[in-house]
T-cell receptor, first 115, second 115 residues
Framework: DSGVTQTPKHLITATGQRVTLRCSPRSGDLSVYWYQQSLDQGLQFLIQYYNGEERAKGNILERFSAQQFPDLHSELNLSSLELGDSALYFC??????????????FGNGTRLTVT | GESVGLHLPTLSVQEGDNSIINCAYSNSASDYFIWYKQESGKGPQFIIDIRSNMDKRQGQRVTVLLNKTVKHLSLQIAATQPGDSAVYFCAENYSPSGGYQKVTFGTGTKLQVIP
């Protein structure tokens, strides 16, 4: 168990809808990362937060947005969903003290199916 | 952290043989490197890491080699077992400033162990 919790585990919705994916990082971790993984593909970086502030953006669509709250949990909002948005969405967290790098700890993902 | 969305290369290995998975990284300023294992339906899990002041690190049945001259990382798995079948990702970490780290993932390699 990585200590990172993602909810829901599965989500099935229709095109055009909006969904919110939730992530609780490991206790003490300040950084949260979101990744998208399509079938048999690599990890596509979406966005990174550190202690509530956005730190880096990857190939995140304008229809997608995220935030990290004061209690450090994070939400990824996906709107105007398209069939191609169907994928596994992973959240990861790390301590990231800036003094010593640390590995990312991943949740088990939310599987989004858009029909 | 970004990775290219290509279909994964596959390495097939006979059970009991040694496996070598290779990775080229891009940023010469990266100072921390990690290998992750992703089993089907799960999030990537930390296997082993290495800092840039080292060129080799050993764990239980796994060894990571770092060649900074050619920006190459490899993961060696001794006596490969069926449970080692998974997708393996390398990641390079760079800490520009401000207490957070920039993580870039490789494209991933699928390891298939033949019984």
């Amino acid at each position: 168990d990585s200590g990172v919790t993602q909810t829901p585990k599965h989500l099935i919705t229709a095109t055009g809808q909006r969904v919110t994916l939730r992530c609780s990082p490991r206790s003490g971790d300040l950084s949260v990362y979101w990744y998208q993984q399509s079938l048999d593909q690599g990890l596509q970086f979406l966005i990174q937060y550190y202690n509530g502030e956005e730190r880096a953006k990857g190939n995140i669509l304008e229809r997608f947005s995220a935030q990290q709250f004061p209690d450090l949990h994070s939400e990824l909002n996906l709107s105007s969903l398209e069939l191609g948005d169907s994928a596994l969405y992973f959240c990861a967290s790390s301590v990231a003290t800036g003094v010593t790098n640390s590995p990312l700890h991943f949740g088990n993902g939310t599987r989004l199916t858009v029909t | 952290g970004e990775s290219v969305g290509l279909h994964l290369p596959t390495l097939s290995v006979q059970e009991g043989d040694n496996s070598i998975i290779n990775c080229a990284y891009s940023n010469s300023a990266s100072d921390y490197f990690i290998w992750y294992k992703q089993e089907s339906g799960k999030g990537p899990q930390f296997i082993i890491d290495i800092r840039s002041n080292m060129d080799k690190r050993q764990g239980q049945r796994v060894t990571v080699l770092l060649n900074k001259t050619v920006k190459h990382l490899s993961l060696q798995i001794a006596a490969t077992q069926p449970g080692d079948s998974a997708v393996y990702f390398c990641a390079e970490n760079y800490s520009p400033s401000g207490g957070y780290q920039k993580v870039t993932f490789g494209t991933g390699t699928k390891l298939q162990v033949i019984p």
